[in-house]
């Protein structure tokens, strides 16, 4: 470093916990409205790439332990540790796309919508997540289920290099035959990495050349014929049509009542080559005999990405208040979604709702090889509590604890992305198969031997079960 200090290297800002900008600086790091009340001593905003060392070095200096944000859309807030040095990476957002050779280039700040948009100029996609604000980073390292993983698979298995800052401070790149171990847990390990992934190359698929959706409203009391029927058509759609349950409030456009019923929806979105392929693959749910019972409906709707990013920006709408878990299962959607129903009837908030995807990742075992990310059920469900006020905090953290406590019981696992890492201690190990975890807890060991990166909130320092 020249004869510099540390913090003399950092072309970004260090913000210090009792500086006049800390205030303003804690505040940003998260997008939810809840702001968990954990304090860095330091927050370091990088300028580039060549900070990410430098930042490192300087917490290894002060015995500050390391915590890392890209875009600041955990549910849980995990970037927010008590103590430590936060190293915000929001300033990383650059892209580069190679159409040549369907590969993109992307820093962890970059949003799924964003890349998105660019590689939409080359006719190239990439299965980038469901909210088009999301940075895909911590996207990234969680696994990623995004659009069209039914047929894609996680996002994370179409990563294929990563650089990262070990806690060594040393800067590596990782790929199936570089420093691969690492490469494996940057696959799925989510906010429990032990290094700093500061870029990832992607391999791209063409765009889909037309997105065509269904979509059926039922009263909510209707959950089990309409969940039956629903998935009895899943099984005779292809890979390429994502299917989706959505138990919560009719949208305006689906109801005028006052007030609007609570309703279960069920969502098709069909990715093809020709808009008569995607409206042809979207032919079992054509015909519904429950059709009489439908407060709305819509088929064969032609559509684009633009469209699916608006329509879930208003499911997640800015500026509220959001907590979520996650949970694997073995048990099938009737039972799951009949059990969580009476739960969604007496949600305190209206923009509260529970996520089903049906088959959400792709079930090909080479698309889920060689990552610490796995598929840990058959059925996968997400409780979302979304309110406005804090003055309601304490009832809607309650219901999501409710909505889980209903149908835990039945679990296999849970989803680290979207997992409440705060609700049990066993979250964070649960998100992982037994060997997944064990590993882990080695690679762990070796890349971070003194303990350098904070682990998964909800847990002790050691990885053990």
């Given at each position: ?27 940003g790091i998260l997008w939810n409205g809840i702001k968990p ?100 980073g911590g996207y990234l390292l969680s696994g990623g289920l ?272 979207e997992a409440d890492l705060t609700a049990d201690p066993s ?39």
């Amino acid at each position: 470093m020249g004869g510099r200090t540390p913090a003399r290297a950092i072309e970004g800002d260090i913000v210090r916990r009792g500086d006049p900008g800390y205030e303003s600086a804690w505040q940003g790091i998260l997008w939810n409205g809840i702001k968990p009340p954990r304090f860095p001593d330091a927050i370091v905003r990088v300028a580039s790439e060549r900070d990410v060392p430098e930042a490192v070095a300087l917490a290894r200096s002060e015995g500050l332990r390391i915590a890392v944000r890209s875009g600041g859309h955990s549910w849980c807030g995990s970037p927010l540790r008590d103590g430590g040095m936060l190293i915000d990476l929001s300033a990383l957002s650059r892209t580069h796309i190679d159409p040549d050779a369907a590969t993109a280039t992307v820093q962890p700040a970059a949003t799924g919508g964003t890349l998105a948009a660019e590689l939409s100029r080359y006719g190239l996609a990439f299965p980038t997540g469901h909210c088009g604000s999301v940075a895909v980073g911590g996207y990234l390292l969680s696994g990623g289920l995004g659009w069209n993983s039914g047929a894609l698979g996680p996002a994370c298995a179409r990563v294929r290099q990563i650089e990262a800052v070990t806690a060594a401070g040393e800067v590596v790149t990782c790929d199936a035959n570089e420093n691969s171990d690492l490469f494996w847990a940057a696959r799925g390990a989510g906010p429990g990495l032990f290094a700093i992934v500061t870029g990832f190359r992607l391999a791209l698929y063409p765009r889909p050349a037309a997105i065509v959706t269904t979509t059926y409203a039922f009263p909510l009391a209707d959950v089990v014929p309409v969940t039956r029927w629903a998935t009895a058509a899943a099984t005779e759609l292809p890979p390429t049509v994502e299917l989706s349950f959505v138990l919560g409030t009719a949208d305006p456009a689906m109801s005028a009542a006052t007030p609007r019923p609570k309703v279960i929806i069920v969502a098709a979105t069909s990715f093809a080559d020709s808009q008569d392929e995607a409206t042809r693959s979207l032919g079992p749910l054509r015909v519904c005999p429950l059709a009489d019972r439908a407060i709305f409906s819509q088929a064969d709707e032609p559509t684009t990405f633009e469209a699916l990013y608006d329509t879930s920006g208003s499911l997640w709408p800015t500026g509220h208040r959001c907590s979520a878990d996650t949970l694997w299962s073995g048990a099938d959607y009737e039972i799951l979604l009949s059990r969580l129903a009476p739960v969604v009837a007496t949600a305190p908030s209206e923009k509260s709702l529970v996520l089903a995807p049906v088959s959400p990742v792709s079930q090909e075992k080479t698309l889920q090889q060689e990552m610490a990310f796995s598929v840990l059920g058959d059925s996968y469900v997400v409780p979302y509590a979304i309110w406005d006020s804090p003055v309601h905090d304490e009832a809607n953290i309650e219901w999501l604890r409710h909505a889980m406590r209903t149908v835990e019981p039945l679990g296999t696992g849970h989803y680290i992305a979207e997992a409440d890492l705060t609700a049990d201690p066993s979250r964070a190990r649960r998100s992982f198969s037994p060997s997944d975890w064990d590993r882990l807890g080695r690679l762990k060991a070796r890349y971070d031997p003194e303990d350098l990166f904070f682990s998964y909130l909800g847990r002790s320092i050691t990885w053990a079960a």
